[in-house]
């Protein structure tokens, strides 16, 4: 039965992808494409349930106290879920605070939706942009993420971290300049920290990616190959550095309920083709 069921979705998507390519939307085209993509690749293979937690000690900081927020409202949610409304603050505000860790977003805080920017070449080497790295990794380890984007926290800076088995990853300006052929897809059930943790979205995930980023120390382009969850991290992360959310990657239809397809209903359209884009970028090397 699932299996009829599915050949029946594939009829449904195909004959809208041709629709699609008839009136030359090129939005319906990418969104019908991935939606076909997705249905086949499940059929094959499992979701994948997304690993959100690690265990990792949080590292020792200088500082004491957290930033606060600015003066808006929180938006509640549900009972057990409240928006933030985090400021927006540049590297040097963001390390010039007294604190241990960053205060994250919580959806459907608009700083979420902010894409950061690429942090300038003064910063390498300096005192700023390593305690902003430290910053990010306690948040992250107190949190117990496997990863986090210092968006992510309202810091308008590109830095992701990742945590690994061996060894933590901090890149600067990350970007992704390879990615695996579109048949080597994989099929994710994602949860998302700054997310109400009831939602959960099905994606879809390059199997592996080359990332090029720059070393905080000293600007240097490094390279590096990731593969199965840590490539679904850092994709998960490169999209929260664009404003992109695990809720861009599915239709309106698929999220809870009527407020969150409310708040989500404005520009979902064009979101979502941003998440469901595979662009790379030109490697510096």
Not at 35 to 43: C, K, Q, R
Not at 45 to 73: G, R
Not at 172 to 192: F, L, Q, S, Y
Request: with cysteine; proline share 6%.
């Amino acid at each position: 039965m699932p299996f009829i069921c599915r050949c029946k979705v594939f009829q449904r998507v195909l004959v809208v992808g041709l629709f699609s390519i008839f009136i030359f939307s090129s939005d319906a085209i990418v969104v019908c494409r991935r939606a076909f993509l997705a249905s086949t690749l499940s059929v094959a293979l499992p979701l994948i349930p997304s690993p959100s937690l690690v265990l990792a000690p949080e590292v020792a900081a200088p500082f004491q106290l957290a930033h606060s927020n600015n003066n808006s409202p929180d938006f509640v949610y549900s009972d057990s879920w409240t928006g933030t409304h985090l400021p927006r603050i540049n590297l040097t505000d963001a390390t010039s605070t007294k604190t241990t860790v960053w205060p994250m977003g919580r959806w459907p805080d608009p700083v979420l939706r902010q894409p950061a920017e690429s942090v300038s070449s003064e910063f390498f080497g300096s005192t700023e942009l390593q305690q902003a790295c430290l910053l990010l990794q306690n948040t992250a380890r107190r949190h117990r993420a496997v990863g986090l984007a210092a968006q992510q926290c309202g810091v308008n800076a590109r830095i992701v971290y990742l945590e690994r088995p061996f060894n933590s990853l901090t890149m600067i300006n990350p970007r992704i300049v390879e990615r695996c052929p579109e048949t080597e897809m994989r099929v994710w059930t994602e949860h998302c920290l700054v997310l109400p943790p009831t939602f959960a979205a099905t994606v879809l995930r390059d199997a592996w990616i080359v990332v090029e980023y720059q070393e905080a120390s000293t600007g240097v382009w490094k390279s590096v190959t990731l593969r199965g969850e840590l490539a679904r991290a850092a994709q998960h992360e490169l999209d929260h550095d664009r404003g992109i959310l695990v809720t861009d990657h599915v239709e309106l239809s698929e999220l809870e309920n009527d407020v969150m397809r409310s708040i989500e209903t404005p520009g979902h359209a064009y979101r979502m083709e941003m998440a469901y884009s595979r662009a790379v970028e030109n490697s510096v090397f």
